[in-house]
């Protein structure tokens, strides 16, 4: 049985300011690896401590205030970073009620992470244990051997199909925006390292979130949301275009994506719903009047930045649970999209468009909507089930839908054929 879910272990927490160590992901294990990175910044970790099954994060909220509360934190550093100290990592399904995946919550041994040049290392431990060396880093994750890709849960046509109905059900005044996910089976002729993908990932797309959590990877460009200093900040996307990569004709499709009534329709219903979600929390709430247009290496997406300054006592984790699932990633109105959804996709989404990321002893953390990402197969580790979805409105074509899908596949596609990259070396930090 679970100690974590009856009683809170006693824990002991140290944590230590030490030299940049260089990049993080070269300091990953190729055991028990954890990753959430942004650019040059972020947190690698590894080991695990204690671990909590929840469902959503509601669940997890109410064990992680125990397991803070029972905690025995040091630290030499003078300013207190968010993802210091203490910290839990988390995943969570899209939908608890049609699934078979589960998802929850991991502490793990050691934590190394940097925030505007200041670098950090974090060790974790249960009071009456033994120290325990974590595992050694140092090894080179191994290119993807041999991939190839299987299809997914339905065909082309299948797919086009289901979208085809859902706009039917959109014109009939049944929902008025329902998201709509595919899926792509990749196998390699060896076992599958998610340290490599960490790594090709955050070198591509460094404006993204870059995470790897229980075998779920991937880099999100939407942030469902970011607690520091009692400030709330909720990344929305939605409206999307490929890109061509002639500088001309993307600068014109940007121009069509800002005026398309039809992605301006789709993304102004996520924006109210992550506004609606929020409002509750907040003291003050600023939501954009118009979105701007995100630029990413594959594709263009309407975006807004939705701000919030959030009454004392209120978590990210709590925060979290409030805004999943938005519009941008299930649909308007949201209880009858996610019904919808189980009924038209023939697909089980797992964690796929459900929240990934962190939280501190604080409350602070980041909770990222898990897009752009592949789910590892635990029996198998040469398969890997990629994910990619698109909002439907009245409007929708089920070819440039199909299209859309595609585009937002890339980056796993990528990151699993690409060739190495040439990395200098980094160099692991010990407590002192």
């Given amino acids: ?34 990753a959430w990175l942004r650019g040059g910044d972020g947190m690698v970790a590894w080991g695990e401590v204690v671990r909590h099954k929840a469902a959503r994060p509601s669940d997890a909220e109410e064990w992680w205030t125990a397991l803070v509360a029972q905690s025995d934190v040091e630290s030499d550093l003078d300013v207190a970073v968010p993802g210091s100290g203490l910290v839990a990592f988390g995943s969570f399904v899209f939908d608890p009620d049609n699934t078979s995946a589960s998802s929850g919550m991991v502490v793990p041994r050691t934590v190394l992470g940097r925030r505007s040049g200041r670098a950090w290392l974090t060790q974790i431990g249960v009071e009456d244990d033994e120290d325990r060396p974590g595992p050694v880093a140092g090894s080179v994750p191994p290119a993807p051997d041999g991939v190839r890709f299987e299809g997914g849960s339905l065909t082309s046509e299948q797919w086009r199909a289901v979208v085809s109905r859902a706009v039917g059900d959109i014109s009939r005044g049944l929902l008025d925006k329902v998201v709509l996910a595919r899926d792509l089976v990749a196998v390699a002729d060896t076992d599958l390292d998610g340290r490599w993908l960490v790594g090709r990932l955050n070198e591509t797309y460094p404006r993204c979130w870059t995470y790897l959590v229980d075998g779920l990877v991937g880099s999100t460009p939407e942030m469902l949301i970011r607690l520091e200093a009692g400030l709330a900040t909720s ?7 490929q890109r061509t990569g002639d500088g001309r004709t993307d600068l014109a499709r940007a121009d069509a994506l800002a005026h398309s009534s039809k992605d301006l329709e789709e993304h102004e219903y996520a924006v109210a719903s992550v506004a609606a979600a929020l409002d509750p929390f907040c003291s003050a709430l600023n939501v954009p009047e118009h979105p701007y247009v995100l630029e990413l290496p594959n594709v263009l997406h309407l975006a807004s930045d939705v701000t919030a300054a959030v009454a004392p006592g209120v978590t990210a984790l709590g925060l979290a649970a409030a805004l999943h699932p938005s519009a941008a990633v299930c649909g308007t109105p949201t209880d009858l999209a996610r019904d919808r959804i189980a009924e038209l996709e023939h697909l089980d989404r797992e964690r796929y468009a459900g929240p990934v990321g962190w939280t501190d002893a604080s409350g602070a953390g980041e909770w990222a909507i898990a897009l ?4 590892l197969d635990e029996t198998d580790r040469r398969r890997i089930r990629l994910f990619a979805g698109c909002g439907i409105v009245a409007g929708s074509d089920p070819e440039a839908e199909w299209a859309e899908a595609q585009a937002k596949l890339a980056p796993m596609i990528s990151a699993l054929v690409s060739p190495a990259p040439v990395r200098p070396p980094a160099v692991r930090p010990a407590l002192a």
Avoid: N, S
Avoid at 15 to 32: F, H, I, Q, R
């Fill in 372 to 375: 752009r990402c592949g789910i």
């Fill in 1 to 34: 049985m679970d100690r974590a879910i009856l009683v809170p272990p006693r824990l002991r927490v140290r944590t230590v300011a030490v030299p940049d160590p260089g990049p993080l992901v070269a300091l990953l294990p190729e055991t028990d690896a954890i």
């Fill in 235 to 241: 990344r929305v996307l939605a409206g999307t275009i």
